[in-house]
């Protein structure tokens, strides 16, 4: 399922997340959100009121725009054109400011790192590969299952693939309270960016630290274990 190589195993392991974490698409998912609301008539929505409202699983997200959950029928369609207007625009987005840097950086100081996310790993892989930095990861998994998945389980899997890395020891890094739940949910601690799907205040609700740039969030996870 993912890709894992040997390196050198010891001291904190960093776990990052990859859509809104290190790879910069907020507005690419702003538009692929907005094309999937126009399918079914619902009110364009902004990117402040997407970041109050956002959670996951997504049916919940659009539950909480639309008074009640999407039908099967809604939500394969908003599911299906969400997608696919993502797709197209995920290719044009870069990588975080200074997150290349950051992951040489750790890479070549002997720390371990791996790479989960929810997105599809037939999807995920080529991005990551595209942007230079599959190397800089002991492992990158994305999603094989179903969609409406939470992160707490994938977390679960990525780790049994991840042998000698003790869960005390890691920090996840993400810009989504799921980071932080799926951490706890294994035992791990959670840092969160705001440059992603959430704001501040709603990040800050969920009980970590909440930092506004990656290389802050590097420096928080240092300090955490």
Not at 140 to 150: L, Q, Y
Not at 151 to 173: Q, S, T
Request: proline share 4%.
């Amino acid at each position: 399922m993912g890709k894992q190589h040997g390196t050198k195993r010891h001291g904190k392991h960093l776990v990052w997340d990859w859509n809104g974490t290190l790879l910069d698409d907020i507005q690419a998912v702003i538009g692929a959100t907005n094309a999937a609301f126009a399918e079914l008539g619902l009110e364009q929505i902004t990117l402040a009121r997407y970041r109050d409202l956002y959670t996951v699983p997504v049916p919940k997200f659009y539950e909480r725009l639309m008074g009640r959950l999407p039908t099967e029928a809604e939500w394969a369609l908003m599911d299906g054109v969400f997608h696919k207007h993502y797709w197209q625009r995920a290719d044009e987005c870069g990588l975080t400011a200074g997150a290349a840097e950051l992951l040489a950086a750790r890479q070549a100081s002997g720390f371990t790192q791996s790479l989960l996310s929810l997105a599809p790993h037939t999807h995920l892989i080529p991005l990551v590969r595209r942007h230079g930095i599959e190397e800089r990861f002991v492992r990158v998994d994305g999603r094989v299952g179903a969609s409406t998945e939470g992160k707490a389980a994938h977390m679960v899997r990525h780790l049994a693939e991840l042998p000698g890395v003790d869960p005390e020891r890691i920090v996840v890094i993400g810009d989504a309270a799921d980071d932080a739940v799926a951490a706890a949910h294994v035992g791990a601690r959670a840092v969160l960016y705001t440059g992603g799907s959430h704001s501040r205040a709603s990040l800050e609700r969920v009980g970590v630290p909440v930092v506004d740039t990656l290389a802050d969030a590097v420096a928080v996870a240092e300090e955490l274990v």
